[in-house]
């Protein structure tokens, strides 16, 4: 088992890196670092421009693939990636904002994962009843809403509600209230409040997904023989169903899982945006608006990371389920 | 001339009845098990009706979607703008419709060309085996591992100033990696198939031999895939032109429209409300008429598991 969880976590090392570096490129290609500085009046001279493109390492007349050395080279040696245009060290601010965006991401995943397998499975068990038709209609509803309109529409509801009980029970904007003093718990409750709606709508983007694919997986499942074999063994149904059936089911999810997560990193960046979260898909958006190739490499790095662990825990998980893979 | 025809026709029907009922083919199974669907009939009727009113909707309706009444700023819904107006008095429902073509547009375009893309990479790459496949599969791998989000985002310098044709493009570019993976899983089990056997010892060209043999075998797959195609195509779209990374002012589409209204959501409903709610039906429809389709296609998925 171990051996196969490290092969794989090898191969998606490789893909990542170079997912990493090809991005690099990419946009060092696409952004116009000096445009930040030609807009400025009185315009700094070329010489100025050249100079600080130069010291923040992205001169575009220096070539990319010496450009990307030096970057590659500064993260080896001195574990850098390199300053962001507000001369700020990008791993500095990506430790600031990494929390953020994993709050919201693991929170998300979790909830998301947990109602997308209850109602997959259960919708196959209760199929074409009126509860898997409604399961099945509200997911395809949800599939079909962008993540951003989920946002919106519930921050409509949540000012409703507020106005309705004349309190400010749900504050949606930004990830704490600036200013607010008080104890370790009043701060801890705000940021909790804070959390509701986004997690609400990052959970909700992928439980739809998740609750269709368990609910095709459960019902491949369920019409195989080994569950017919248990139940005739005296198994009573609701253990046979769980012991021989959802178990069986989750496995074919976690190979989903690796595929979505590319899905739920889209959907915490939509997330980010709508109720101003100062994450690291802001920073991504917010690099490439400003033309800041670092922060933009220094994102897409912190991106693929993610996407490792998530593949290599899905790989672990996938083998911990299924014991082929362990022979 | 088509008299002709008929009168020579109607002979032969005689015939056809002797040798009793016509055995049914895999398309007339497939065509009468969409029309016991109704998930189908709601897709694609109400997929009809949208396209028809993106088309026809301005045309008996008093304003465009560049026209300010200065009388009736900052309005709801009334009889005279259906969808109300926004602070300098265009029209809502104008608006939408026009962002609605550009949308369907763009998501009628992306969905087939790249199932079409997926479908020509994937029959390749399952083929043709061997070292191909390899690089192949990991080069679709590579660019699965960022989100396509993250790609076009980080593209926007590219796409800002120019028209949405572009968007277009790079939506295409960037939606068929799934897809092509499913194929090629096909393709390969294909390739060993006697008829493609046949065909490749005969010399026929590879190129041939996939767009004849191959592609066919895997077109419900394509099918299936470019009509959910179109609802993803949108919601990208959509997503990116919110966000200001995808359709450029002037053009309009219900990503940008909707961004314009995000603003007074709260305030202003029927700013949010109705483009979204628009929005929304129509990617649903395309996903209920993609999943029936599934349904009658493909005997290992959903209704067909008894």
Do not use: C
Not at chain 1, 192 to 205: A, G, K, R, V
Not at chain 1, 246 to 271: C, D, E, H, Q
Request: hydrophobic share 50%.
């Amino acid at each position: 088992m171990i051996g196969f969880v490290v092969k794989r976590f090898v191969n998606y090392f490789i893909l990542t890196a170079i997912a990493t570096l090809l991005a690099y490129v990419l946009a060092s290609l696409s952004l116009n670092p000096a445009q930040r500085y030609l807009g400025r009046n009185p315009q700094p001279s070329p010489e100025v421009i050249t100079s600080i493109l130069d010291g923040l390492g992205v001169n575009p007349n220096v070539p990319v693939l010496e450009r990307l050395w030096t970057w590659l080279s500064n993260l080896v040696t001195h574990g850098s990636l390199g300053i962001t245009v507000d001369n700020q060290q990008v791993t500095d601010v990506i430790f600031a904002r990494a929390g953020v965006s994993l709050r919201l991401l693991i929170i998300g995943s979790v909830i998301g994962a947990v109602l997308g397998v209850v109602f997959g499975v259960w919708g196959a068990v209760k199929q074409y009843r009126i509860s898997d038709q409604l399961v099945s209609y509200a997911s395809f509803t949800v599939g079909a809403t962008p993540t951003f309109v989920i946002g919106v529409v519930l921050m409509i509801l949540a000012t409703s509600l507020n106005g309705l009980t004349g309190h400010q029970l749900i504050n949606f904007s930004g990830e704490y209230t600036a200013g607010l003093q008080g104890n370790f718990l009043v701060m801890f409750g705000d940021r909790l409040n804070h959390l509701i709606l986004p997690t609400i709508t990052l959970s909700l983007t992928a439980a739809a997904g998740y609750s269709r694919y368990q609910r095709s997986a459960m019902l491949d499942v369920l019409s195989a023989d080994y569950i017919r074999t248990a139940r005739s063994k005296g198994m009573s149904r609701n253990r046979a169903l769980v012991k021989h059936g959802v178990r069986i089911a989750l496995i074919p999810m976690s190979t989903y899982f690796a595929y979505s997560f590319a899905l739920l990193l889209t959907g915490a960046t939509v997330v980010e945006l709508v109720f101003s979260w100062h994450g690291m898909g802001e920073y991504l958006v917010r690099s490439v608006q400003q033309n800041d190739i670092n922060g933009v490499a220094g994102s897409v790095m912190f991106a693929s990371i993610l996407v490792l662990i998530a593949g290599t825990l899905s790989e672990i998980v996938y083998a911990a389920l299924d014991p082929r893979v362990r022979v | 001339m088509s008299m002709v025809e008929d009168a020579q026709v109607l002979p032969v029907t005689p015939k056809a009845q002797q040798r009793g009922p016509r055995p049914a083919s895999r398309l007339r199974l497939i065509f009468a098990k969409l029309a016991r669907t109704p998930r189908f009939w709601v897709g694609t009727l109400t997929l009809l009706v949208i396209v028809l009113w993106a088309l026809f909707g301005l045309a008996f309706y008093n304003f465009n979607a560049v026209s300010q009444d200065v009388m009736s700023m900052n309005t709801g819904p009334t009889g005279k703008h259906w969808f109300g107006t926004d602070e300098i008095g265009g029209d809502i429902y104008a608006q939408t419709v026009v962002g609605l073509r550009k949308s369907l547009l763009i998501g009628f375009v992306v969905g087939p060309v790249s199932a079409l893309l997926a479908g020509f990479i994937g029959a390749l790459a399952g083929y043709l085996g061997g070292v191909w496949d390899r690089v192949i599969v990991w080069f679709i791998d590579l660019l699965l591992v960022l989100p396509a989000l993250y790609i076009l985002i980080m593209l926007y310098p590219l796409i800002k100033g120019g028209s949405w044709v572009i968007v277009m493009v790079y939506l295409a570019i960037f939606s068929w990696m799934i897809l092509a993976r499913v194929i090629r899983a096909q393709t390969s089990s294909l390739r060993d198939r006697d008829f493609v056997k046949a065909a490749r010892f005969m010399g026929v060209k590879t190129s041939t031999i996939i767009r004849r043999h191959i592609i066919p075998n895997v077109s419900s797959l394509l099918i299936i895939d470019a009509t959910l195609g179109v609802g993803a195509a949108i919601l990208t779209e959509t997503t990116l032109s919110y966000f200001g990374f995808g359709v450029q002012p002037p053009d309009v589409s219900l990503g940008t429209l909707l961004s314009s209204g995000t603003g007074a959501a709260t305030t202003r409903p029927w700013l949010f409300v109705f483009p979204a709610a628009i929005l929304v039906i129509t990617v649903l429809a395309t996903s209920l008429a993609g999943d029936a389709l599934r349904d009658a296609v493909d005997p290992t998925s959903g209704a067909n598991r008894d």
